[in-house]
């Protein structure tokens, strides 16, 4: 059983950086890939950007570039720092764990509750 909670959401003004966490517990977080969602009003959840246990690094094309996420397996945390943000970036952000490198959420067996990331334009 993995908990995850995430945190450093808030409101930015375009252009600007966020950095968000996500703390894990549990014995084995270095084995997980660990991803990012988002979900957006009214959209459905989509991938963000994932990272696995070997640290090999996976993006949506809409935040390649912007976006860069790592972790701490000492610390069991994962982070998303988040450049030149867009109101399209507008979004609750969820901090995701699974065991296969994917983009595909159904994949993904433990989520945090979700942070909110408000980009003003």
């Known amino acids: 059983q993995v908990q995850l909670v995430e945190s450093g959401g808030g409101l930015v003004q375009a252009g600007g950086s966020l950095r968000l966490s996500c703390a894990a517990s549990?014995?084995?977080?270095?084995?997980?890939?660990m991803g990012w969602f988002r979900q957006a009003p009214g959209k459905e959840r989509e991938f963000v950007a994932a990272?696995?246990?070997?640290?090999?690094?996976y993006y949506a094309d809409s935040v390649k570039g912007r976006f860069s996420i790592s972790r701490d397996n000492a610390k069991n945390t994962v982070s998303l720092q988040m450049n030149s943000l867009e109101p399209e970036d507008t979004a609750v952000y969820y901090c995701?764990?699974?065991?296969?490198?994917?983009?595909?959420?159904?994949?993904?067996?433990?989520w945090g509750q979700g942070t909110q990331v408000t980009v003003s334009s």
């Open positions: 995701a764990a699974g065991f296969l490198a994917t983009i595909n959420e159904v994949a993904y067996q433990y």
């Open positions: 990272i696995s246990w070997s640290d090999s690094t």
């Open positions: 549990g014995r084995t977080f270095s084995l997980y890939t």
